[in-house]
């Protein structure tokens, strides 16, 4: 053992690792999130290979690990519950799962083991990460849908005080669902103008710990000067909202859940080979509808990454490349006539699709205006 290398417990790795200095601040609920991820690994070292200390780790534990998890999913398969954490369960108990993991949850576990080697490479007076051979999985092909116009319909006709609040602030915002759940009215500025007309939120992110500014919209505002109103002295513009959100926060996405399927919102779907249903729609899916439509209403990239705090353009991309059905369609009109010299469709029948296009994308005042003009 090189004299510089010091004796590091597998088992206190990962806490050591995250007292190097880093470039941002994660959350609590991400810190004990990717724990887990560690010390399953730890966990598969100890009882394959009966190691205890981090400089024993090598590449070819490294990868036998990576192919045991893409195989048959974690390790530890002991899923355990906590009494205070779950206070509505009618009855704890541990249980094993054997569920194979998706491909975005193998790279996670992955990322965070390969992440405490590259903190922690310098005191084992070592060079090589055992992970960094490893190529992650490609990305799926299946992820999280949009809300199409038809189901934001669905979801803003007369919904229960609590899912208007979340949505509201979600679909105007692109916050996640913690953000929203926990935003104060700290974070609000409205001190020009009292019923938030012109204000701008601004918040600390709770997952990657970054600052956004998100401009208010005039329907947003309208919400938080009704919301203001009836709750003057909270702390959380959503109050309901943010005791589940920090108490019991597998209830308020339950409820969430619930609140889709009682609308006819399919909300997962099978896919092959994999023993759970993927989520395609939930909360989180208003993040990818809000840049979606940004991006349909010629709201520049950079603008947007800076509303929604991605680090990079490509992430933004990547949750504006949605297109429903509809959307499809209109543009694929455009292809009409590239293999038959037909005459051009008549001007009416441009109009009307135009004028199609045309209402589909106007704001809610512009569409008043039509239908009082149309009686």
């Given amino acids: 053992m090189s004299h510089r290398q010091i004796l590091i417990p597998l088992e206190e790795a990962f806490d050591l690792a995250r007292q190097k200095p880093r470039r941002k601040t994660a959350s609590e609920q991400f810190v004990k999130v990717t724990r887990r991820y560690w010390l399953d690994f730890t966990a598969f070292l100890r009882d394959r290979y009966r190691l205890q200390f981090l400089h024993q780790v090598k590449r070819q534990h490294a990868e036998a690990y990576i192919s045991y998890i893409r195989s048959y999913g974690r390790w530890d398969r002991v899923v355990r519950y906590r009494e205070e954490n779950c206070p509505q369960r009618p009855f704890f108990r541990n249980y094993q799962t054997g569920d194979i993991l998706s491909a975005s949850t193998l790279n996670r576990y992955q990322a965070v083991c390969k992440a405490v080697f590259t903190a922690l490479l310098p005191d084992l007076g070592k060079k090589e990460n055992p992970f960094s051979l490893i190529f992650p999985l490609p990305k799926a092909a299946i992820g999280r849908e949009i809300f199409t116009s038809f189901e934001l319909r669905k979801i803003f006709t007369a919904p229960p005080p609590l899912m208007r609040g979340l949505f509201t602030i979600g679909i105007y915002t692109g916050l996640r669902l913690g953000d929203v759940a926990t935003l104060r009215w700290a974070e609000i500025d409205a001190e020009k103008n009292s019923n938030f007309r012109g204000g701008e939120i601004r918040r600390r992110t709770r997952k990657t710990g970054n600052t956004v500014e998100i401009p208010v919209v005039d329907e947003l505002a309208d919400f938080l000067s009704e919301q203001h109103q009836k709750y003057p002295d909270e702390t959380f513009v959503l109050p309901e909202a943010a005791k589940l959100y920090l108490e019991h926060q597998n209830v308020l996405n339950r409820k969430i859940h619930a609140f889709l399927h009682s609308l006819g919102i399919q909300t997962n779907i099978v896919v092959p080979g994999r023993k759970r249903r993927q989520s395609v729609k939930d909360f989180h899916s208003l993040r990818h509808t809000f840049c979606y439509y940004a991006g349909m209403r010629g709201i520049p990239l950079f603008v947007v990454q800076r509303i929604v705090g991605h680090l990079s353009p490509e992430m933004t991309r990547h949750y504006q490349d949605h297109a429903d059905r ?23 029948e441009s109009m009307r699709r135009d004028l199609f296009s045309y209402i589909r994308e106007a704001p809610p005042e512009t569409l008043a205006e039509l239908w009082r003009k149309i009686q």
Avoid: G
């Fill in 326 to 348: 509809e959307a499809r369609i209109e543009a694929m009109r455009k292809m009409d006539h590239l293999t038959c010299f037909t005459p051009a469709p008549k001007k009416e």
